[in-house]
């Protein structure tokens, strides 16, 4: 199985005065995960296929934002990489929602316009709405292509691009919703939506 | 309910279903002709957020979730293929329950109805209300001992918000086995594909990826069949162990034992050719008689 990362011994300091003590109940009433309940058995960390890939395991996360260091939690790559598979949830002694605390986060850090713990994973997220917003649905290589652009890495993967081509699992025309004004509300502030 | 009632469905795709993995829903369409199961395309569907929508801006997840369900007909329950969607659209549609002014904005905002006791199901739904007495009945072909590794992923069982919901863990191994098939279940079996990641991380997906294929070699399997179109693509695509195993949509195997002519145009979509797994079966070609299970 995966190795968590430990953390290492660290001599730095925690200055009370600069935690945010409204945090956790901000997050837990977000939420609705009741994060107080977690007493750090660490059984989240030892389930997560992905906790390689972070640099918080889960209850590190749960840890920063039960003492109120907002800016860290916030700020982590953890909240990123999590996909929400509930691997976690599922062998957490409490039965924490702990996908639903990384979700919140996620919003919080894109509200608050803290900086981005894994830039690549959000331009991703925010390539598949580009997709949305203007078919209604998902054109995967209009994604993938977008993708590569804005992250420059076009070597990066072509074969398996191309092998998906020769397949022909990547449509080159995206399927569109018809109507498309049901759509293009729910990407504007309704006062900006044309009046009928 | 009556049990013609029960046959009647509409039916949500969803954007992997409808595209990438379109031999999983021409898989689904070859299975209901032959069970004669209803199954009624929701008009003009959209995407039901996937995992960006709600990373990023849950209320648009949301509100694309309720044009959904805005769309289906409160007469007839609605049939989901993808877990990452059957969860949205569920986990939108209890929430409306829950707060009838979330769902009564949400008709006023697509001015039309949205029945509070809709059912939405999963394509295993459909097949339990069938009944696994006629399914076998109508079974073409027995499926020959082939070894099957049930993979369900992450997103069928596990969401917590939904866990007072219907599950059906366990129900690919009893249809399959029902059908001739030998169910190997001591792999990683429900260990998470990657979903998203693959797409950003592929170095950690095919980490993962590796250890669930090799989990299922290591056992002996022959295949997997998995519920889920996305986590069929990363196991195929993200694989990079020596011995690869054909990865199956459950709907193609059920296809396959129920006789369907058209399965050849589904196994050439596949990046792992399952053609020789099942030549050797014997699986491939007309059914001959005499080998109904």
């Known amino acids: 199985m995966n190795s968590q990362p430990m953390p290492a011994k660290t001599t730095e300091v925690i200055n009370i005065s600069e935690l945010d ?4 109940t901000e997050v837990d009433r977000r939420s609705q995960a009741d994060l107080k309940r977690c007493y750090q058995c660490r059984t989240c960390g030892n389930g997560c296929p992905f906790v390689e890939a972070m640099d918080y395991p889960p209850y590190g996360v749960i840890r920063l934002v039960q003492f109120g260091m907002r800016q860290k939690a916030l700020e982590c790559a953890t909240i990123w990489v999590c996909v929400s598979c509930h691997t976690c949830s599922s062998q957490c002694p409490n039965s924490i929602d702990i996908a639903a605390i990384m979700d919140t986060l996620r919003s919080m850090a894109l509200e608050e316009r803290a900086v981005i713990g894994n830039k690549e994973i959000l331009a991703f997220h925010l390539e598949v709405l580009h997709s949305i917003e203007r078919y209604g649905r998902t054109h995967k290589l209009g994604i993938m292509l977008r993708h590569k652009l804005l992250t420059g890495q076009w070597f990066k993967d072509v074969d398996v691009g191309l092998r998906m081509l020769t397949k022909r699992k990547l449509d080159l025309v995206a399927s569109k919703v018809r109507a498309m004004d049901e759509i293009n509300r729910l990407f504007l502030p309704y006062w900006r939506v044309k009046p009928r | 309910m009556n049990p013609e009632e ?3 469905f509409s039916y949500y795709p969803g954007c992997s279903v409808a595209t990438t993995a379109a031999e999983s829903n021409h898989s689904l369409m070859q299975v209901c002709r032959l069970l004669g199961l209803d199954l009624q395309e929701l008009e003009d569907w959209n995407c039901c957020g996937s995992s960006s929508a709600y990373s990023v801006d849950p209320e648009l997840g949301f509100n694309l979730s309720a044009r959904n369900l805005s769309l289906a007909p409160g007469d007839r329950p609605l049939l989901v293929m993808c877990p990452r969607c059957l969860h949205h659209l569920r986990h939108t549609h209890l929430e409306m329950q829950q707060d009838p002014r979330k769902r009564r904005a949400q008709e006023r905002r697509w001015g039309r109805p949205i029945s509070p006791d809709l059912e939405i199901v999963h394509f295993l739904e459909a097949l339990i209300r069938f009944g696994l007495d006629r399914l076998k009945k109508g079974a073409a072909r027995n499926l020959n001992g082939l070894k099957f590794v049930p993979y369900y992923g992450c997103t069928l069982f596990r969401p917590p918000a939904l866990r007072r919901q219907k599950y059906y863990q366990a129900e690919v191994e009893n249809i399959l086995t029902a059908l001739g098939g030998v169910a190997v279940t001591r792999t990683y079996n ?12 592929p170095e950690l997906v095919t980490s993962l990826v590796n250890d669930i294929i090799g989990s ?7 295949c997997l069949v998995t519920t889920c179109a996305m986590c069929q693509l990363n196991l195929e695509v993200r694989c990079t162990a020596a011995k690869r195993l054909p990865i199956f949509h459950f709907s193609e195997i059920l296809a396959l034992a129920l006789g369907a002519k058209d399965c050849q145009g589904w196994f050439i979509r596949h990046l792992v050719n399952p053609r020789p797994l099942l030549k050797d079966r014997g699986l491939l070609g007309p059914p001959r008689l005499g080998q109904v299970p």
């Not at chain 2, 299922?216 to 022959?222: K, N, Q």
């Open chain 1, 21 to 24: 003590h409204h945090f956790a």
């Open chain 2, 216 to 222: 299922a070699v290591a056992a002996g399997a022959d």
């Open chain 2, 190 to 201: 429900q260990r998470c594909c990657g979903s998203f990641l693959s797409a950003v991380k």
């Open chain 2, 6 to 8: 029960s046959l009647k």
